[in-house]
């Protein structure tokens, strides 16, 4: 059974950065694609930063680009987002999430990945 677990959001001001960690556990983390979304009450869950398997690019949300940098560490079952230049839209629940099929072409759809974990809340005051 795959677990996904996000930590390190919180209440910051705008401007400010902060890091997202979701560690995972219970599958070969490293054939697998992975990505970050976030989902604001009332709103559909959207793509924010996503990684391949191998490593070899990443993929950005335009409203995040530039602020965004998202990493991966196979060794560790640890994928992390890190963001800058926070603003208050920024504001929601963000979600670390693996696609189950291993060594797949990357694709941003929700619906590509299987496995989500519980989310953490990241809220940025004006």
């Known amino acids: 059974q795959v677990q996904l677990v996000e930590s390190g959001g919180g209440l910051v001001q705008a401007g400010a950065s902060l890091r997202l960690s979701c560690a995972a556990s219970?599958?070969?983390?490293?054939?697998?694609?992975m990505g970050w979304f976030r989902e604001i009450p009332g709103k559909e869950r959207e793509f924010v930063a996503g990684?391949?398997?191998?490593?070899?690019?990443?993929f950005y949300a335009d409203s995040v680009r530039g602020r965004a940098a998202i990493a991966r560490d196979n060794a560790r079952n640890l994928v992390y987002l890190e963001m800058s230049s926070l603003r208050p839209e920024d504001t929601a629940v963000y979600y670390c999430?693996?696609?189950?099929?291993?060594?797949?072409?990357?694709?941003?759809?929700?619906?590509?990945?299987?496995?989500w974990g519980r989310g953490t809340q990241v809220t940025v005051s004006s």
């Open positions: 999430a693996l696609d189950s099929v291993p060594s797949r072409d990357f694709e941003r759809r929700k619906e590509q990945y299987t496995y």
């Open positions: 219970g599958r070969r983390f490293s054939n697998h694609n």
């Open positions: 990684i391949p398997w191998n490593g070899r690019t990443t």
